[in-house]
């Protein structure tokens, strides 16, 4: 037994490089390029086994099919990684060097007992990430940001920028999006507060989404998303292509980086200065990050209401500043209470979310924009988490509340048609 473990210890990864070399020169690549996907993985699959089974190596049935599996993944998929991106409970996978891979189940980061041969096995599989897009990672270009088939974002970041060797972020995103029911049955938030929230998308309030990272902003705005009516022509506008709407009338536009050369770059401000060209009823930015927020909020006051997007911030007053800054950068000598003035004017609610620290999402805060309350923007509570503790197992304890406010905004849906009940804003608490 010791000597099996030795072998797995100091031979396997060099066994499969054998073997990965040896079936390689045996393939016909070209002929397996134009054969379809799944033909293709049988043929190349039977000749990985025999190969191994050719082997005179320390290794059992078992241990042989997972070789063979291994080697099939390095032909056809992203090696070490395949096994991680077919868990549909990985919702990120973070390669800090060769040797430590590390995922987040349930919002916990765990240390798996993957690892890639060397530095070079894991530059080898980013180098078939960046190319299968058009892309390139090397010292002149040391950072990229792409995309896997199924949607889920990757940055990769290399030497001489990453000290340690080439570093891996995958953030994946269920083929099936987070529906309404399933927050709530996560306690992310109350039938109340999406009650609310729906008859604000319908009513066409403008809605910013606010959370720090990995909180659940986009998720949120998904479910959001889906209570726009088919009959509105929508306009989605993202950095990474992640949003799943089910209307029938979307267009998808996202952003592209620079070449090689430095240049071809499309701006999220472009695409949202184009996108008021295509008669949108709505607009939806997956997150703002800069200068296009100055034109989301000229777009949401000049007849694009009822238009949703996201930005990172740790509370609804936090939101309203990081607007503020991100104006700024348009570089347009706008004074501060000008600003501000066309942020109240725009923005109707804030939806604070946040990711707690035994891992859970929930809907912190949602918070109506009053206006203007003299120089600073006016916001009110409508419904709340209140934390108040945390039990043995370090689960946060806590309660959703309704501060007893009635938002300004409630008449405007009820000329929309969105009626609310009264005993919606009641001051209670809720588990």
Known sequence: MANLQSFERTDYQQVKADLHRKILDRLDLEKLGKATGDSARDEVLVVIRNAVNGEVVPLSFAERERLSREILDEIFGLGPLEPLLKDPTISDILVNRFDRVYVERAGKLERTALSFKD????????????????????????????????????????????????SLSIRRFGREPVTARQMIENLTLTESML????????????????????????????????????????????????????????VRLETRPPNIEGKGAVRQRQLV???????????????????????????????????????????????????????????????????????????????????LSDG????????????????????????????????????????FRATGVRPQFAERLATSGARLRPALFESRTEV
């Open 195 to 250: 009650e609310l929230l729906s008859a604000m998308v319908k009513g066409r309030l403008n809605i910013l989404v606010s959370g720090g990272t990995g909180a659940g902003k986009t998720t949120l705005l998904n479910v959001l998303s889906g209570y726009i009516p088919n009959s509105d022509r929508i306009v989605t506008i993202e950095d990474a292509a992640e949003l799943q709407l089910k209307q029938e009338h979307v």
């Open 273 to 355: 200065i184009n996108s008021l060209r295509m008669r949108p009823d709505r607009i939806v930015v997956g997150e703002v990050r800069g200068e296009e927020a100055f034109d989301m909020l000229q777009a949401m006051n000049t007849g694009h209401e009822g238009s949703l997007t996201t930005v990172h911030a740790n509370s609804p007053r936090d939101a309203m500043a990081r607007v503020e800054n991100m104006v700024s950068m348009a570089n347009l000598n706008i004074p501060e209470r000008a600003v501000r003035h066309q942020i109240a004017s725009a923005v109707h609610a804030v939806v604070q979310i946040a990711r």
């Open 360 to 399: 859970t999402r929930k809907v912190i805060t949602v918070s109506e924009i009053t206006g203007m309350d003299g120089d600073l923007i006016g916001m009110q509570d409508i419904f709340s988490f209140d934390r108040t503790g945390t039990d043995e197992s370090g689960k946060v304890r806590g309660v």
């Open 119 to 166: 530095n070079s096995h894991l530059m080898q599989i980013i180098e078939r990430i960046v190319s299968r897009i058009g892309r390139r990672v090397d010292e002149s270009s040391p950072m990229v940001d792409a995309r896997l088939a199924d949607g889920s974002r990757v940055n990769a970041i290399i030497p001489p920028l990453a000290i340690d060797g080439p």
